[in-house]
Structures are given as C-alpha cells and as structure tokens.
C-alpha cells in the first residue's frame, strides 16, 4: 500500500514540475512578444525636439485626448499688450464739426486728439523652461507694456527680445524657472488628414484647446507675410489664438497658429470658418534661433521678381509640366543680374529641390545665410541649365514689391501710343524704358480678362519676345498673332512681368 502510495505521489509530482516548466516557457514568451507594444502612458525621456514620432493607434484613446492636451496647456500662455496711439487731427468726437456746437467752443476740438492707449489680446508659447516665449509678431507690435499670464494664474511683465515681420514671429522673456515647456516636433513630416490641435485664448474668455485634421500645408500667396508657407486646417482658431499653439497627435508643438479666413478676408473680424493657419515649426524655428542669437534675422537676397508659372504662360515657354516660377524682372546689381539670370527664365530647383511656386522660393532662398553659393536649375530657351549663385543679403528697401505679378494683357480692345519721356516721368519709370504706353483697354476685351488685368497706364514691353519700341514695332509683332495666345511682358510702376492672353 505504501509502495503504491510512494509511486503515485512521485507521478504527481513530475506531473507539477513539468506543468511548471510549459507555464514558465508560455510566460517568458508572453513577456516577449509585449516587449515589442507600446504601452499608452508610458512615460517618454523629457526632449526639446522631436524627430519621426512613430504613428499612434486611435484605439488608445478611447476616452478622448485629454492624455495628450493635458500636459501641454500649461505651456500655452495669455498675453496682453498695450500700445499708445496718437490719432490725427479732427479725430475728435462729431460734435466738433456742427456749426452749432463751434459757436460755443470755437475750434477747440479741431486741433491734435489726445494719444489713446489700445490693449491686444494674443496667446504664446513657452520653448524653454526658463521663460522663453514664441508669438506672433502682430501679437505685440509696437506694444510699450506686455504681460503675460500663465496657467497657474502667475502674471509676469514679459520683455521683448526680438520680432521678425516678414514672418510674423516674436520672441519674448519673462522672468521665471522651471515652467512647463512644448517640445518642437517636425511640421515637415506634416500630411493632409493628420490630427492635431490647437491651443489658444480665444476672445479672452480663457485657455481653450479645439481639434481638427491638417487641411493642406505650404499655404501662400495671402500677401499677410513676405514668407509664406502656412499650415491650414478646420480646428478652430479664432482672435485671441494667435501665437497659440498647434500641436500633434504626441504632443510636440508643430505649428505657431497665425490667421483665419473669415468672410474672404485673412484676420478678418468675425468668428472660425473652418479655415485657419499656422506657421510652421520648421519656419519659425529657425527665426526664433536667430533672434535670441542675434536680435534680429538674416536672410538671403535672390534679385528677381517672380510670378507663378500658369498653364498659359508654360505652354508659351514651352514647358510640359508648368512646374518652376517665372522670373519677370532681374534687379540691377544684384545677386541674380550678376550670374546672368533673365527675364523670362523659369526657376524649376534650388541645389535640386524642386521649386513649385513663390512663396515656395521665397521661402527656400530665405533659409540661407547671406553669401551662400547656391545652384539654381532654370528652363532657358527649350531646355535646362544649371546657374551658380552667391546670395546677398535681403533688406526690406531692396524690392520695390514683394512679388510682380505681373500685369495683364490682350490686344483688342486695347488702345496704346508711344512711349514719350514727358509720359515715363509721370508714370516714374527708370531712364531708358521703352515700350508702348496703353492708354485705354475696354472692360469687355480678353486683355480686362487676364489675370491680372492690363490697366491704362501699363507700358508693353514685349510681344511674344519681340522687342517694342513703338507703335510700329508693336503693329508688326501682333501681325501674325492671329487667333493664337499673345506672350506680353508689361512694365507695371517699374516691375516687368509677363502675362498670356488668350484669343476670344
């Protein structure tokens, strides 16, 4: 009995050990194969930039994305400006002006108006844990008192380091330590439908976060900022979010939100519409590293004035794709005159990145240092080459206008006459222009129709390559224009630029 006993206790017992032994294999696999999850909240090493964040399953926020809004609202700040304005003369209240009233008060209230104090509300936010702040510019132009207010209640007097106009972006300091911070993500590796959000004050009433997807990015041509190259999207922004924060699906800042359309006006009044813009990290960035460095921003100056490369003007430079920019007018003494740029040269790359519209090359040149050689891939006479470039640098006087975009054209329905120096002076053209002057154009012609519009006053330098001299030489070139597209280049208050206009 006991033997029997003995034999089946020792079964039992291999029996434990090797289930022991299958459970303990099941278990170091199991923990093997959920090494390689990510486990949602799992804390990340604290980072000032990020790089190719890996994608995240929706599927971890199942309760909303308050684990993502969370810890970064307190890095988003209100900020309060105030500047003194000085209005005018006759400025003063109406009354002023009823004989009425003059009687007994003389003309007392025509003189200079008292200087008013404006306030501006914005929102900003902190990059670095010492009280660097990043906003826009318009946020706090011309301010002379700037608070900021974090979302601890605290309220600092914030100084200005320095602004940059041409991109919208200002950079502050308050005196403070250890305060929350936004690490900055990539906004290159930004596509269309990405989730993201927006974090502002919007109409003062307190921090507010909204979400919505990436509508489309490098955004341009609004004539709101020199340089352009906008992130939009239909996450709510509305005034007082300016210089708020755009920030992704991980939580990195990505975007500094800027502008809204509203009613087809860029920082229109009135409320979201579902199309706001942000200034990419990418861009601003950069600018803000040059201004703590240095207190202001250096860019690289091109020389030329361009306009966008559309379908008609491709087909008459002989281009099948219609991508590249087309340069209407060359500087004199300047970076491009000097490596023998022309009018008519279509810029397609710069040092072999492709260049699909201005603002794109406006950015793109500006990213440069001065007295960077650069390569630019042109489209000359039917086919390509490459031109050497040495950059200068970009000072505000140095472009008449941001962009030529060029004035229009058609030829009937145009009236012109030769161009006299009496009609150059009036029309403040530099010495040596030459062309013919129009005169008239009616509303009703193909050359009203051309995007933009040929205006009386405007001065036809070329048809289809042909120099004009006068209306002789202007006679001849549109002979054999019969019923075909007519290349002009038009010199608008100094500016050339070419347009296409097409027969009726």
Known sequence: MESRVLKIRRWVATVVVLVALAGGALLSQGVRNWTDHTVFGAPRTPIAITQNALPVSL???????????????????????????????????????????????????????????????????????????????????????????????????????????NTDIAVLKIDASNLPTLPLGDSNQLQVGDLIFAIGDPFGVGETATMGIVSATGRGGFGIERYENFIQTDAAINPGNSGGAMIDIHGNLVGI?????????????????????????????????????????????????????????????GLKDGTGVLVGDVSADTPASRAGLKKGDVILKVNGEPVGAMNQLHVQIAQFAPGTQITLQI????????????????????????????????????????????????????????????????????????????????????????????????EKALSGADKQPVLLLVNHGGVTGYVVVEPR
């Open 59 to 165: 599927g971890n926020f199942a309760n909303g994305f308050s684990a993502v809004l969370k810890p970064a609202l307190p890095a988003v700040v209100n900020i309060s400006s105030s500047k003194v304005v000085k209005p005018g003369r006759n400025q003063m209240s109406p009354m002023f002006n009823d004989p009425f009233f003059r009687q007994f008060f003389g003309d007392q209230g025509q003189g200079e108006a008292r200087p008013q104090r404006e306030q501006s509300l914005g929102s900003g936010v902190i990059v670095s844990s010492d009280g660097t702040i990043l906003t826009n510019n318009h946020v706090v132009d011309g301010a002379t008192d700037i608070k900021v207010f974090l979302n601890d209640k605290r309220e600092f007097q914030a100084k200005l380091i320095g602004t940059d106009a």
């Open 257 to 317: 939100n800027t502008a809204i359309l509203s009613h087809g006006s860029m920082n229109g009044e009135g409320g979201n519409e579902g199309v706001g813009f942000a200034i990419p990290v990418s861009m601003a960035k950069p600018v803000m590293d040059q201004i703590l460095a240095h207190g202001k921003v250096v860019r690289g100056y091109l020389g030329v004035h361009i306009q966008d490369l559309t379908p008609e003007l491709a087909r008459a430079f």
């Open 379 to 474: 489209w000359r006479n039917g086919s390509t080459q490459d031109v050497s470039v040495k950059l200068d640098e970009f000072k505000d006087q140095d472009e008449k206008v941001a962009s030529a975009e060029s004035t229009g054209a058609t030829l009937e329905g145009v009236q012109v006459q030769d161009l006299s120096s009496d009609i150059s002076q009036q029309l403040n053209l530099p010495a040596g222009t030459h062309g013919v002057v129009v005169t008239s154009v009616d509303p009703s012609s193909p050359a009203a129709a051309a995007q933009p519009p040929l205006n009386r006053g405007d001065v036809i330098q070329e048809v289809n390559h042909k120099p004009i001299n006068n209306t002789s030489d202007y």
